[in-house]
């Protein structure tokens, strides 16, 4: 059974039970207040106790004993949400986040997600980590995803939506004191004796009844020293798996008194991965190349006579590592990285390289450039060679630089080259100082990454170039289309690179440009892209990521210039996506969003009210078909990726409630807007077709009929609007509509 079972028992001394401070302590059962399983600290007779981990159902059948957890044990977030319409950010209290792997992610719309280490947010606000708890602020966003990963590279990814006006947002983890056991059991006849394992049925724990328990039998042979050694190893053993899942089949027992309790198939089906070990340096890094995003790994180990059984070793637990993440299908997400064994034919490699230290582990990239070196063998780096660790990401960090070194160098350089440099420093993830705890020492045996020093200026120009060569193109080059929606997203090779976000330049608008000139081609052949055999690629809708680009780019700044400064060109390109056919919902939302926070040059909100009311007669006016049929038509073309295709058809619905009141209530504050007013009650009372009886509508309309001179209708929808007020409305608010009654009905309004 595996360990874990018996180091709860470490936390026994952590347990703390309260009692009344009226009463004294009484026998009994008492119950942990932990989420999940619980566990139960029986007080006896005699000053005896039992401290119970698990208890459930269970059923019997013949022999064997089937075990049912009633409670199950998850770890969680626990949120509370705080609300103030005046609140520009959202302060983050994050309690106590001590040491766990925990990231924070917000996303804008279907936008793509953002996230950041709490632990390096922690560092940069608590540098020496003195206060238990965190806060910090983040921009006003539509959901926050929060992850904690354990130390097997398992991670629980959760999903909230945030309420309108959120101000902050107190989060508490609550771990699970108890995992989840999966223990069958079976009666041995025999010698009349219990068997409890899990279902693998390894190692079971032996129980007999207390009315047959015999002395406990005493070792009387005692060891010379005994120790307890980390990672202990010999040569030649085989590196243990990080978790024994145990693949239960069939009972083979001889014996006819027992009886197998149950199978489980539950990773019968395994994905078999299989790494392929060429046999030469050549053919090694020949097939790296093929693979394109993965990095060779050469272990010289030519001193030890055992190298070869434990590159082996090495290479199975690789094999069987991978099966288990991949589980039951191929993903190149797990497969980073491919191995080779150098022998003495490969000593004239290693001496033009200048590889002279026995052991060494060198990687490779798909080009054959070394971009990492340790003096240390391959075992002691199996935790380091991974995919989801640091390490992996300093190395695509460093073979992004080496492939703009290489390429900007190499005056014979393709288009295909270039377009291959971008994209690859285009894949990074979000950035970290993963440079921070680079070792130069050249005899580590830490792992030494390689460095290049890229120029900002000449990479941009680069960029210019290859986006103005193409301009052109009968068809996308699809791997410019992924780098170009990157870059203009402010996740590309500028952000991984330099770590800065930057507006839109007019080499953007121009990748824009051609994204629009092909978007049709690129919709047609994303699907096939994104599946690329060996390769990961998430291309979206197109015109749906620029117009989210557009609308995020509003928010940057640069050298305190912000992307305010671009709202000509914003404008114009919504426009053209508009003229061209192109006009989503993905790309109406994100033009109107944008739209609405721009003044004209009088203060008015003329052109935005312009743009929402040609919208508004094309796609939401009442003609043959009612309000709701026509929302439902425009559901039905939603975008699977779009954040509203995935929340549903109710959030859907209130989004164009809230656009129309939005539209509608932008009359109501500016008298600059005064001439949209008879539209601006069609719009309202559409708000309240799609979404009857709310108090902010009905407020709305009620003060748009006052204006127009329908006081009477007026006073009446203003009396429904105080009449609908509920606790979700402010009570700030609340008592401002309550108060333009009484004006409406005093004539002071």
Known sequence: MRNYIWNFLAFFCLISVSFSQTKTIEKGTYISTNKGQKIKLNLLDDNKYELVFYSGDYKTKGDSLIFENKDKSQNTFDLSFSVDKKAKNIKIKFLNPSYYSFYIGTQKGNQAV????????????????????????????????????????????????????????????????????????????????????????????????????????????????????????????EPLATEDFGVATDSTATADYATTVTVDTAYAKLYDFKLKIENNLK????????????????????????????????????????????????????DVFNYYLAGSDDQKWLKNNKISNDPSVVVLNADGDILAIAHSNLTDKKYELNYYGDFFQKLKRADAFVSFDKTFKNKKAADADLIAAFNKASQLESYYDYDSDDVSNENATEFVIMKKSLDKKEVAQNWKKLIEAHQKDAKPNMYLVETILKEISNQGFTKQLFNEE?????????????????????????????????????????????????????????????????????ISTYKKIIAGGKGNFEAYRNYFEYFSQVEDKDGSNTSFLREFSTYFDANLASGKESPIEKLDVMFSTLDPSSAYSYDGWAAFKEYHSNLCNSAAWTVVLKPANSGFIKSAIIWSEYSLVVTKNNSYYLDTLAQLYYKDGQKEKAIQTQTLAVKYLNAAVEEETASEIKETLSKMQNGTY
């Open 502 to 570: 930057r507006i839109l330049t007019d080499t953007d608008f121009l990748s824009i440009d051609y994204l629009l000139k092909h978007s049709d081609n690129i919709e047609e052949s994303r699907t096939a892209f994104n599946a690329t055999e060996g390769e990961v690629h998430n291309v979206g809708n197109v015109v749906s990521e620029i117009s989210s680009a557009l609308q995020r780019n509003s928010y940057v700044s640069q050298e305190g210039v912000s992307g305010e400064v671009n709202k000509d060109k914003i």
């Open 283 to 334: 053919s090694a890094v020949a097939a790296n190349k093929l693979a394109k995003s993965k990095y060779l790994v050469i272990a010289v180990d030519g001193k030890n006579a055992s190298a070869k059984e434990n590159f082996n070793a090495y290479v199975k637990d690789q094999e069987v590592q991978t099966s288990y993440a991949m589980y039951d299908a191929y993903n190149p997400i797990y």
């Open 114 to 237: 953002q996230y950041q280490r709490i632990s390096d947010i922690k560092t940069k606000v608590d540098p020496e980590w003195l206060k238990a708890d965190l806060e910090f602020d983040i921009e006003k966003t539509d959901y926050v995803y929060l992850v904690y990963e354990d130390y097997n590279g398992q991670s629980n990814v959760f999903k909230y939506a945030l309420p309108k006006d959120v101000s902050e947002i107190k989060i508490n983890y609550e771990l699970a004191l108890l995992t989840d056991l999966k223990i069958t059991g079976l009666f041995d006849k025999k010698t009349n004796e219990l068997k409890i394992s899990e279902q693998s049925g390894k190692d079971p724990l032996v129980f007999v009844n207390e009315k047959e328990v015999t002395p406990e039998r005493t070792s009387k042979v005692k060891p010379l020293e005994n120790e307890t050694v980390l990672n202990w190893t010999y040569p030649g053993k």
